[in-house]
C-alpha cells in the first residue's frame, strides 16, 4: 500500500520553528517529486514549496522564501519543510504530495511535478502567541 504520512506539526509562537516530515511507505521516494501543500480554514489549497525528483530544483510560494527550506533524505525515505520564522498567516493544515516526473512521454527529473498522485493526511500547524 503506498501511503504519505506527514508529521512535525504543532503549535508555536511567531517567530518560531517547526520541521515537518514526509515519509513514505510502500514505495520509495527518490523516483518522484515532492510538493508541501498547506490549506488555512475557508481557503482553497496553496502550493508551498516542492522539489524535483532528482533534488536538483526547488520552488517556494513568494510567502515563504527565504523562511522554508525542502530537502529530502532518500536514505530514509523522507522529505522535510523546514519552517523558520513562522507567522500567524501559516497557521494550516500542511499536506505532502508525491508526483511522477514522467509526463506526456518525457521525463522531467529537474522540475517539480505537473501533477501529484499520491497525498498524505495532513499535519496541522498553528502559530499563535
Known amino acids: 500500500q503506498l501511503q504519505l504520512v506527514e508529521s512535525g506539526g504543532g503549535l508555536v509562537q511567531p517567530g518560531g520553528s517547526l520541521r515537518l516530515s514526509c515519509a513514505a511507505s510502500?514505495?520509495?521516494?527518490?523516483?518522484?517529486?515532492i510538493g508541501w501543500f498547506r490549506q488555512a480554514p475557508g481557503k482553497e489549497r496553496e502550493g508551498v514549496s516542492c522539489v524535483s525528483s532528482r533534488g536538483g530544483s526547488t520552488n517556494y510560494a513568494d510567502s515563504v522564501k527565504g523562511r522554508f527550506t525542502i530537502s529530502r533524505d532518500n536514505a530514509k525515505n523522507t522529505v522535510y519543510l523546514q519552517m523558520n520564522s513562522l507567522k500567524p498567516e501559516d497557521t494550516a493544515v500542511y499536506y505532502c504530495a508525491a508526483g511522477d516526473p514522467y509526463y506526456a512521454g518525457t521525463y522531467y527529473y529537474h522540475v517539480c511535478p505537473n501533477e501529484y498522485s499520491y497525498w498524505g493526511q495532513g499535519t496541522q500547524v498553528t502559530v499563535s502567541s
Open positions: 510502500g514505495f520509495t521516494l527518490d523516483y518522484y517529486g
